[in-house]
Each structure stands twice: as structure tokens, then as C-alpha cells.
């Protein structure tokens, strides 16, 4: 540990504020996480601000394995051993610990023996990789029955995501922090040929967002759609359109807590295959400002019309467009049926091969493979989702618009 670390740090390398037990830092790979971890430890064991005010005397590594704990958490470029250059602990294999001048200890632990927790008690403790322990539930359960000890025993917990259920489970919990990191802010740390090759093969993937970007990348059993559907049918190449629609499903109100407002283009080819073009959607914006945005997409793209939903706000969706531009076409749709039944046959259109995006939507294709029977997960209206079906229902399952042919000029 030195304290050049304390100006070398990024903001969301160092501690939070506040009273907290525990801390999740979720980040990609090489984005700083083990460096915080490791500068974290080696604070708390020195009694170091502004870690903590009392030097730490049991402390607990817990990694995957033994090995991971010793190759990374210990001895990695960014382990405690390369970290402390104010005072470097002593590493005693045969009792596996990292000993500190002041008595400090720190104890390894493997998530692979959750019982091998039972008994010692600790004051501080580092979980690294905590989404791809063995026994995760098991091994955490145990370490918190042992973080007893101090006034105010504290535990980091630094992994890079995976949809497993302590994780979720840490992430509902609203007294723990959430620390996100990305690889790119790190970039000035690691090679530029690596950065380079892993942007252009990962970059905007579902792969890519959750070893690089640190993102939760979930889907649902029972969703309509699936993360390996979408993979196969995204294509950068879009062939010549016959049509091509802007929909546009808007939001009741326009305050904070709002839903977002759903602005999607899509467009059909002279093969009948439906193409996601762009999802533009906003959030906490006013009636004014989506309806520019849709107006100005549909000459962008030149589009034959845009496509309204109407439940909510009736005629003032059409007075609204029409004041951005009054010679805009603007088909109203109302709904009829509920969102999951309406969205059905979209998604049999996604099965048969029949429906194409142009680039990857990350937050539209969360929605899709987050929407099951009762909805999206988070309660929250799918509005991205309901944009996408109302185009892709235009073009796919009727219209009353003559096809015309043009390239796309965006």
C-alpha cells in the first residue's frame, strides 16, 4: 500500500462513503477491481484513512479456489504482495495466511470448503470473483457468521457478473454500495493491442458486456426471447427496403419516475424479412421533445409513416406530432390486447429467422429477453419492446401502405 495510491486511484477505486457492511464492486476484466481489492486489504490491515480508522487484525481472502486466491488475490500484478510497497506482509504457505509487522492476519479461503469458515472470526474480508465460487450461498453464509469481531467489520466483495442468485441477491439489497467498472477505463494500464483486439471482437456483445463493460446480462426461462436468438440474427448489412416505419409507444407523464418513451425504426425488404434499424428511444423527456425526435427520424430515414400509440394519450399523440410537423403521416394504433399477446407473434417472426436487427440494441434486447407472461421482471413497463412490436406489426402482420423501394441515407 502507498498512499500515492490515494491521488494514482480512479473515483471508483476507493471506498464509498457512509456506514456500510459490505461493498460490491462489479467490473470487466482488467478494469482495476483486483488492484481496489488488494489496496483495500493492504489499508485496512495498516490502519490506513481513508479505509479505516483501526488497524484490521483477522482478515478473510476468500477466492474460488486456493490457487486463484494465491496466483491473483496474493501474487497477481495487482495482488497484495505487489500492492504494498509501504509494508510487505509475510506469505506463510504451510498455514496459508499473509502475515503484517503489526500482527495483521490475513486467511485464505475457498469457496470449494464453506465448512473450513466455520470457527474463525474476522473484522474485515475480501471475496474475489464471488459469481463463479463453488458453493457460493454455502461459503458466503459462513464468512458472514465469522465477520464478527471490531467495531465495525466490513467485507469487499469484487467479481465480474454472472446471473447467479447471490449475486442478484446482493445487488437487490439496498445497504450495499454498487462500484461499476469498465475494461475501457482502464485502458491506460493495459496493453493497446489487447484493447484493440478485444473491441473489435467483443465489442457491443452480449460476451462483451459482461466481461468487459461489467454489466448483469440475464434472461428469463420463460421470456419470449432469447440472448442466442437475437446473436444469430444480427446483421450490419441492410439489404434494400420496400418500407420502413418509426414507432412510437409514449409515456403517460413526463416527470422523473416516468415510463421511457419507446421510439423504434424498423423496415421490411423485398424478401418479407423485417429489420430492426435503430432503437431511439428517451427517457424523462416532454411531449415536445419525443415528438421532434420522431419527426426528425422519420425524415431521417425517410420513412412512410410513424406508428402512434394512442391508449394513453389519444388525440394529443397526433396534435403533438402534428405541431413538430404537420405533414407527417401518423397511423394511430390502439391496443386491444395485452402487451404479452401482442408481442407473441413478433416473437414466432424472431423464430422462424424472419426478423433482422442492423446493430446490437443492449437495452431493447434486455426488455425482450427479460418479458415473460407477467412481464419484465422489474415491474416496469416494456416500452422499447412495445415500440418494436407496433413497427414490426405494421410491416409483418398488415398495412395499408404501398411498398416503394430505396436504399437507406443516414
Known amino acids: 500500500m502507498s498512499r ?28 482495476g477491481k483486483t488492484r481496489a481489492g488488494a489496496e483495500w486489504v493492504s489499508g485496512m490491515a495498516l490502519g490506513l484513512a481513508p479505509f ?74 475480501w471475496c474475489d470473483e464471488l459469481a463463479k465460487w463453488k458453493h457460493a450461498q454455502e461459503t458466503w453464509d459462513m464468512l458472514q457468521f465469522g465477520l464478527r469481531l471490531g467495531d465495525n467489520p466490513r467485507q469487499i466483495i469484487t467479481t465480474t457478473p454472472r446471473a447467479v442468485p447471490l449475486l442478484r441477491h446482493l445487488l437487490d439489497d439496498k445497504n450495499i454500495p454498487v462500484t461499476r467498472m469498465k475494461t ?72 422523473k419516475n416516468s415510463d421511457a418513451c ?9 424478401n418479407g424479412v423485417g429489420h430492426v434499424l435503430l432503437d431511439a428511444s428517451l427517457s424523462q423527456v416532454k411531449p415536445h421533445q419525443w415528438a421532434r425526435r420522431a419527426v ?39 391496443a386491444k390486447r395485452g402487451k404479452y399477446l401482442r408481442a407473441e407473434p413478433i416473437a414466432a417472426l424472431y423464430e422462424q429467422g424472419r426478423v433482422r436487427h442492423a446493430a446490437r440494441f443492449p437495452a431493447l434486447e434486455d426488455e425482450m429477453c427479460d418479458f415473460a407472461p407477467d412481464g419484465l421482471s422489474s415491474g416496469r413497463s416494456p416500452d422499447r419492446l412495445d415500440a418494436m412490436v407496433w413497427a414490426l406489426s405494421e410491416l409483418m402482420l398488415g398495412s395499408e401502405y404501398k411498398p416503394r423501394i430505396r436504399r437507406l441515407n443516414t
Do not use: C
Open 262 to 270: 419507446g421510439i423504434v425504426v424498423a423496415g421490411l425488404d423485398e
Open 184 to 255: 475501457s477505463e482502464n485502458a491506460a494500464h493495459l496493453a493497446s493491442a489487447f484493447m484493440a483486439s478485444i473491441e473489435e471482437r467483443y465489442g457491443n456483445t452480449r460476451l462483451g458486456r459482461q466481461e468487459l463493460d461489467g454489466e448483469m446480462i440475464e434472461e428469463r426461462a420463460d421470456a419470449l426471447w432469447s440472448r442466442d436468438m437475437i446473436e444469430k440474427l444480427i446483421f450490419a448489412d441492410t439489404p434494400e427496403l420496400t418500407r420502413i416505419v418509426v414507432a412510437l409507444d409514449p409515456p403517460a407523464t413526463s416527470n
Open 4 to 31: 500515492e495510491w490515494l491521488f494514482q486511484a480512479r473515483d471508483a477505486q476507493l471506498p464509498p462513503s457512509g456506514n456500510w457492511r459490505s461493498w460490491l464492486i462489479l467490473g470487466g476484466r482488467g478494469s
Open 296 to 334: 426528425a427520424l422519420y425524415h431521417q430515414f425517410e420513412a412512410d409513416a410513424i406508428i402512434a400509440e394512442v391508449n394513453q394519450g389519444g388525440e394529443m399523440v397526433n396534435a403533438v406530432i402534428g405541431a413538430a410537423d404537420k405533414t407527417v403521416p401518423v397511423r394511430s394504433v390502439r
Open 52 to 125: 479505516t480508522k483501526r488497524a484490521s487484525g483477522h482478515i478473510a481472502l476468500v477466492g474460488e479456489t486456493l490457487g486463484d486466491i494465491r496466483e491473483v488475490m496474493i501474487d497477481g500484478p495487482s495482488g497484495i504482495l505487489s500492492v504494498s510497497r509501504l509494508e510487505r506482509p509475510r506469505y506463510e504457505a504451510t498455514r496459508r495466511r499473509l502475515v503484517w509487522q503489526n500482527g495483521a492476519v490475513a486467511s485464505l479461503f475457498s469457496s470449494e470448503d464453506p465448512d473450513s469458515l466455520r470457527g474463525p472470526q474476522f473484522d474485515a474480508a
